[in-house]
């Protein structure tokens, strides 16, 4: 049996995709005292003057906005593999001249649409079957000199929105999901930095950012994290009659992260930059 923790291309095109763009705006909310930092070393690793740059993974399309905000000189291609997303994004982006939203493989839309000064991601960089084809394709779409900036979530313990959530939903202790695709498969940096150099990237450079995945009320931290994220795809692999009461472990574990009417985690990601090499 799979680790019901991960997620493969296809659940991310079909029901996992379709679940997150209906819940999108929570999911922005929980990374929202993080982005302000993503969006930070996106815009120190962007070129001067105009630009061309893919969103990896862009889901509801939130950092190609910011980005396009900030910088709009900037030409960005968004792309995301759920059909549901992508639609999310186009009618968000509806009004803006210099954002282009794809749907299909990133790896394939990079090779079609390139060559890009920038390659970026919130997130999304960590699904791909294989990690070192993936980034060599994306560096094989980028022009020279262009950068690479993404991040990625640390390690599970760090994070208990989804470990503790997890362990709660099984009844049980839920070992990381490991280096297979997942939200957490680039928590090592060591290993990250060896996908990048194999991949043809050079300079590989992390920072670490805490902070606080925040979930609303907790009928509301519910609804969500029910259906999306690793204790929602524990739940799931339960049989029938067991998951009304691995419900009621969640909400006893939510119940205690109440601060002030509002659900809150501590969190921890980083952020990687790194340099195209010579080709």
Known sequence: MSDPATRTGSQWATSSGDAWAELWE????????????????????SPEGSFRAFDVGCGPGSTSIALADSRPDASIVACDISPALVRVAKDRTADRSNIEVVHGDA??????LGPFDLIFSRHGVMFFPDPVRAFRSFRAATRPGASIVFSCFQDWLANPW??????????????????????????????????LVASGWTEPRHSGVSFNYVVGSVDSAMSFLTRIGPASAV?????????????NRMRQVLEG???GGSVSFPAAAWIWSAKAGAP
Request: hydrophobic residues 40%; negative net charge.
């Open 257 to 259: 992260r109440l601060d």
């Open 107 to 112: 790896e394939v839309a990079a090779a079609e």
């Open 235 to 247: 739940l799931s692999s339960l049989p029938d009659d067991e998951r009304e009461e691995a419900r």
């Open 162 to 195: 989804a470990s503790e959530l997890a362990s709660a939903a099984a009844g049980k202790s839920v070992p990381p999901p490991g280096r297979q695709p997942s939200g957490f498969a680039f928590a090592d940096p060591a290993y990250v930095a060896e996908l």
């Open 26 to 45: 929570h999911t922005d909310r929980g990374l929202e005292g993080f982005s302000s930092h993503l969006l930070s070393a996106i815009l120190a690793a």
